[in-house]
């Protein structure tokens, strides 16, 4: 069975510090792969997706980047953090165009 | 315009009530539609998928789609006080790869 790990669980980082996130799935070959964020009380935001090794799709203009160095590897990065970067991160998987998608156990970031 | 709509509630059922949960939505291309159930502080879990209009049964949930008025709702049955979190509706439109989420519906169930 096809398994999604994230981590770390939570993270407290200061402005301007960076952020290096990590998704990889287990159990599947070639998932397209998302990251979302979801900030307090509100609801979930596309921020980047890939259908492929280092194929990158940006939803929304910030200081993210995200990067799929693997098949199953998808990482979420930030030179420098700003307070309205703080939020639960949640990566997801699907098997293709038009399936359903699996979310991983989540990061939940506090910037100070 | 939202393109998913969700009352975000909370929509308080007793125990063992039937809780009716629904979502519109505006795209006519929409062709997949999925419900998600959120524990407060964990990951969204998949419940249901519905591609064809009509219900679809899953135990004690059913999923029911209404393409010609552009709703979905889910139906809960004996509903249970570890039923209560928050209920996202999303739907995928046709050739995409995108989810489009609503901002959810909050359930409590009363013992």
């Known amino acids: 069975s096809q398994t999604i790990h994230q981590w770390p669980a939570t993270l407290v980082q200061p402005v301007g510090s960076p952020l290096s996130l990590e998704c990889t799935v287990e159990?599947?070959?070639?998932?397209?792969l998302y990251w979302y964020r979801q900030a307090a009380g509100r609801g979930l935001q596309l921020l980047f997706y890939?259908?492929?090794?280092?194929?990158i799709s940006s939803e929304v203009p910030q200081n993210l980047s995200a990067s799929r160095p693997q098949d199953r590897q998808f990482i979420l990065s930030s030179k420098k953090l700003l307070l309205s970067d703080s939020g639960f991160y949640l990566c997801?998987?699907?098997?293709?165009?038009?399936?359903?998608?699996?979310f991983g156990p989540g990061t939940r970031l506090t910037v100070t | 315009q939202k393109e998913v709509e969700q009352n975000s509630g909370p929509l308080s059922v007793p125990e063992g009530a039937i809780a009716s949960l629904n979502c519109t939505y505006s795209?006519?291309?929409?062709?997949?539609f999925f419900w998600y159930r959120q524990y407060s502080g964990k990951s969204p879990e998949l419940i249901m998928f519905?591609?064809?209009?009509g219900d679809k049964e899953d135990g004690r949930f059913t999923a029911q789609l209404n393409k010609a008025s552009q709703y979905v709702s889910l139906l809960i049955r004996d509903s249970q006080p570890s039923d209560s979190a928050t209920y996202l509706c999303?739907?995928?439109?046709?050739?995409?790869?995108?989810?489009?989420f609503g901002s959810g519906t909050r359930l409590l169930v009363r013992p």
């Open positions: 999303a739907l995928l439109m046709d050739s995409s790869y995108k989810l489009i």
């Open positions: 519905i591609y064809s209009n």
């Open positions: 159990g599947t070959s070639n998932p397209n």
């Open positions: 795209d006519r291309g929409s062709q997949s």
């Open positions: 890939s259908v492929g090794i280092g194929q």
């Open positions: 997801a998987w699907s098997g293709g165009q038009g399936a359903a998608q699996y």
